[in-house]
């Protein structure tokens, strides 16, 4: 599962970092505590007078097709298991693929004395987590809303959680923002398996201050948030 990360960059560094070629998200403020329901950066490859543009755009995080009702369910997550086939997915796993950038996001523990949060991390300048995203529109406006896809834990949140997000390799990033619609399923989910493999092996965790536990009550702009704290003995 991944229901809390972290998005230190700016949009500009957003652009360069993957090689976007316009922001519709230049308001965006680095955030240390992304929250389900939260708009963040996405990126995502579409048709613009019939050449495909890259672009950091604005999304609120809670997957929401056109065709879904009002007050229905808005999935944070979808599983590598079932995207493919699920009701909710298959339509943006076939043509409305998207990366979601993060530095890295958050676990919990269950201890003694409560729940004891984790940051997990890479080693590069970003991870970028597979993502799907859906289009809708609300009082003429057009907004846009996604998902992360997740996977078996094969990183270090495997000691924390059994789930993690599906990250992908650069050397991916095109294949699967490419706003072609897949042809061959199991060979896209057997790439999203492979990729995700190799970022696990980069993942590792260390403890941060349980302020990250209470979302209501954090201030989401402080780099604090991720600092490495001693556990007590």
């Known amino acids: 599962m991944c229901g809390r ?105 269950q201890m003694e004395d409560g729940k004891q949060p984790y940051f997990l991390h890479g080693d590069g300048d970003v991870l970028a987590a597979a993502g799907l995203y859906a289009a809708r529109q609300e009082d003429d406006v057009w907004k846009i809303s996604f998902t992360i896809i997740t996977r078996a834990a094969r990183d270090a949140s495997g000691e924390i959680h059994d789930r993690m997000p599906v990250f992908l390799t650069p050397d991916v990033w095109g294949r699967w923002l490419s706003p072609e619609k897949i042809s061959d399923k199991e060979e896209a989910l057997s790439m999203l398996d492979r990729s995700s493999v190799a970022v696990a092996k980069t993942v590792t965790a260390y403890p941060v201050s349980r302020v990250v536990n209470n979302v209501r009550t954090i201030y989401s702009e402080d780099p604090r948030l991720i600092e490495p704290i001693p556990l007590a003995s």
């Not at 965006?28 to 007078?49: C, K």
């Not at 599983?79 to 950038?101: T, W, Y």
């Open 5 to 109: 990360y972290v998005v230190p960059n700016t949009s500009d560094e957003l652009l360069s970092l993957f090689d976007a070629s316009n922001s519709n998200a230049a308001d965006w403020e680095p955030s240390y505590s992304v929250a389900p329901t939260d708009s963040a950066p996405i990126v995502r490859e579409w048709i613009h007078e019939e050449t495909v543009q890259r672009d950091v755009d604005f999304a609120s995080w809670g997957l929401k097709p056109g065709w879904a009702k009002p007050g229905g369910p808005a999935p944070i997550n979808a599983r590598l298991e079932s995207v493919a086939s699920n009701g909710m997915f298959r339509s943006s796993f076939a043509s409305q693929r998207c990366l979601v950038p993060m530095a890295g996001y958050y676990e919990w523990q």
